[in-house]
């Protein structure tokens, strides 16, 4: 199969200007100024780009895909997500990952689950383990789990600084770190460990321990949350500034952004302020995780759904209300994810890359059309290739 994308203006991230894009099968096959559509082919799909900023499908490297939440109880166990959900926040690549609860989600599930979107249509990967230390793996060790396993490209999310967390020693992350290091270079993959960090007041003081103790680099480590309360987020941009990989969750209610919580659009502007170099620097939806409101004494009051679609709302917001190039933007959800996670396929539009790509309204960013793997799933903003249940 055929498919021409013309007269859209590209951003691959970096703007290449107004440019046709010929995909054949699942990858990107021609980039340039004019591809004519030839006419004794069997058959060849024009998809009309113009007044459209094409751009590279989204990447969210941390979502729950089996659900995730449970902190009030099995009722407040979070429902999976569905294919619809993801197609229309523009996301071709998901990484799946457990949280809280590692008894009753678990490793087969979220590897099951990863497969199924897959099949539906998407790239979807997973992270080995849960909150909870000692890692419950899939194979009985971290790296067996990245080298034997396909879908398992890291490990996480680990919890630190939280009254969640297993309060993990210097000595046990530092056992992690270095063994998702050992089974990324085996596989060839990321083997990244993603950390959960809480509101406690210690935030990266663990990882700083591990990498001063350790030969452990500062980039095996990938805190998420770190817009989630003021204090932490000034710990992250001086943690980002000696090297760190720091992601930002865009999923959210106005009640946290109330209390104190950075929304994503501005860290980002305040962290490019601060000198921190925009490679450092991520967006993840959290979907399907349960945004929990906790009293003082750590009584839950009050459960929310993450959703998928605040990832690009919050890179649309960072365009429209911060002013940062949309080129810029794009980077926190396409080129810097794909590098972290090492999806070399990803991210970016170039030829021989996949061929997933977005279609954005000029006027307004907002999300038109939706290519994965080579296959048109939403045009004009109706999805047109479902998932198994969605109606
Ligand atoms: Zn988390």
């Known amino acids: 199969m055929l498919t021409i994308i013309k007269n859209g203006e590209v951003y691959a991230p970096n703007f290449l200007g107004q440019k046709d894009i ?129 879908k398992i490209i890291g490990a996480g999310e680990i919890a630190i600084a939280d009254h969640r967390s297993s309060q993990p020693t210097v000595e046990e992350l530092a056992k992690i770190g270095s063994a998702a290091r050992i089974g990324g270079m085996l596989s060839g993959k990321s083997g990244i460990v993603n950390i959960h960090v809480g509101d406690s007041p210690s935030h990266l003081d663990l990882i700083e321990k591990v990498v001063a103790k350790t030969d452990i680099p500062i980039q095996q480590f990938y805190p998420t949350h770190i817009n989630r309360n003021a204090p932490l987020f000034e710990a992250g941009i001086a943690y980002a500034k000696k090297g760190g990989n720091v ?40 979907a399907q995780g349960s945004l929990p409101d906790f009293d003082p004494s750590g009584e839950l009051i009050g459960l929310k759904i993450g959703q998928i679609s605040s990832l690009f709302d919050e890179v649309r917001d960072s365009v429209i209300k911060e002013e940062i190039p949309l080129m810029q933007a794009l980077q926190v959800i ?58």
């Open 22 to 150: 010929l995909l054949i099968g699942d990858k990107i096959g021609a980039i340039a100024d004019k591809i004519e559509k030839p006419t004794d082919f069997v058959e060849v799909q024009v998809v009309d780009a113009t007044n459209k900023l094409v751009v590279p499908g989204f990447i969210d490297g941390h979502v729950h895909i089996i659900g995730g939440g449970g902190e009030g109880g099995y009722k407040t166990r979070t429902p999976e997500i569905q294919l619809n959900e993801i197609l229309l926040a523009g996301v071709t690549t998901i990484v799946g990952v457990i949280g809280t609860d590692g008894t009753t989600r678990t490793m087969t599930s979220l590897i099951a689950k990863a497969r199924a979107l897959e099949e539906e249509g998407i790239s979807c990967y997973v992270l080995t383990g849960s909150y909870q230390v000692p890692v419950k793996t899939l194979m009985g060790k971290i790296e067996d789990d990245l080298i034997l396993i396909d």
């Open 247 to 286: 992601d930002f969750t865009t999923s959210s209610i106005p009640k946290f952004i109330e209390e104190g919580e950075v929304k994503c659009s501005t860290a980002l502007r305040k962290m490019l302020e601060a000198g921190v170099d925009l490679s450092r620097i991520t967006f993840t939806s959290d």
């Open 334 to 391: 396409t080129k810097n994810p794909a590098e972290r996670l090492k999806l070399t396929q990803k991210g970016i539009i170039m030829e021989g890359k996949d061929a997933d790509i977005v279609l954005l309204q000029k006027e307004d960013l907002i999300i038109d059309t939706v290519i994965s793997k080579g296959k048109v799933m939403v045009e004009n903003q109706v999805v047109k290739i479902k998932g198994t249940f969605d109606s």
